[in-house]
């Protein structure tokens, strides 16, 4: 238990310490954020703001788990494998975009592609480590769900993609996904550690601390962004928590306003669809829809956080302790 907190305490420390040292460099390399002409107008401000943030959080939570995790063990590689592995994709992203100056990035099926690569590895070794077998526990029960090996594969796949994605569609605020995260990583640690899962709730700790550590150079106005270098690896590392703890569901819940960010992307593409050209939202994700209804960024971040403490003590709830 004292090394979980230790761990949190130690990134904490790192993030904050390195982002001075990470935002001048970001400003010398003129790794400075470009803002989307469709987004609302009031982010133009933000246009030059250092992005590719993320590897601050990268950073601490890998050297707070490498410090107190169990040395070489499995499930803290295979955490570490996924959320570097994720974050090096988002650094690429980045890098090409930014400090490259070539618009599109690397391009969208080379990214799949190498989320798939990773997450499978991930999955493939859930599928072997766990006693029960593949298995996923079933929210608000007392019992799991055992699945044919094929179909754990694919719904861990679907897991971790969609979680990285999913942090990714948050990414749009001031503080809104370093924060929303930082709670979310805080509660799968103790999820981690009450089913048994030592290593994995060291890196869940580390991960919530590094991304207060962010946060304090990320709140309105942010002095960094954290770029797809952060909010994908977040959101994978995530993802991998839940299956290597057989969390999937649980997932949904603890993380559930990164589902409704993405729902609201979702619902609106579909009716502008079917509709021809109507919306249900003023702009999705969500977050800008308050955005544009009046709603002050500070205020959106701080209620949403709020949304996902909520979420979050649900998801505690939602765990068979037995």
Not at 10 to 20: K, N, T
Not at 61 to 68: I, K, R, Y
Not at 80 to 91: E, S, T, Y
Not at 242 to 257: M, S
């Amino acid at each position: 238990m004292r090394s979980i907190f230790l761990a949190g305490i130690m990134s904490f420390a790192v993030a904050l310490l390195l982002g001075p040292l990470t935002i001048g460099i970001l400003r010398r390399i003129k790794a400075g954020q470009s803002i989307r002409k469709e987004g609302p107008k009031s982010h133009a401000v933000k246009a030059g703001t250092p992005t590719m943030g993320g590897v601050v959080i990268l950073l601490g939570a890998t050297v707070a788990t490498l410090f107190f995790a169990e040395p070489m063990s499995a499930d803290a590689l295979y955490l570490l494998l996924a959320f570097i592995g994720f974050a090096l994709i988002g650094l690429g992203d980045d890098f090409i975009k930014v400090v490259a100056k070539r618009s599109l990035g690397l391009k969208a099926r080379h990214k799949l592609i190498a989320q798939v690569v990773i997450s499978l590895l991930v999955a493939v070794y859930a599928l072997n480590a766990s006693p029960l077998g593949p298995h996923i526990m079933i929210p608000f029960a007392s019992n799991v769900l055992a699945l044919p090996p094929l179909l754990f594969v694919a719904i861990s796949l679907v897991t971790i993609i969609g979680s990285a994605n999913a942090v990714n569609i948050t990414d749009g605020l001031d503080g809104l996904a370093a924060g929303s995260t930082a709670i979310s990583a805080a509660v799968m640690s103790a999820i981690s550690f009450g089913l048994g899962h030592p290593d994995a709730a060291v890196f869940a700790a580390a991960l919530s601390g590094a991304c207060l550590g962010f946060s304090w150079y990320n709140a309105h106005p942010a002095q960094v962004i954290m770029g797809d270098t952060g909010s994908l690896a977040l959101g994978g590392a995530l993802g991998t928590l839940a299956v290597l703890t057989g969390t999937h569901l649980v997932l949904l819940i603890v993380g559930g306003l990164f589902v409704i960010e993405t729902l609201s992307v979702m619902l609106q593409v579909t009716y502008f669809r079917l509709t021809h050209g109507k919306r249900i939202f003023r702009m999705s994700p969500i977050h800008h829809h308050f955005e544009l209804s009046g709603w002050a960024e500070p205020q959106i971040v701080t209620r949403f956080w709020v949304v996902a403490l909520l979420l979050g003590l649900a998801g505690l709830l939602a765990v068979n302790w037995g």
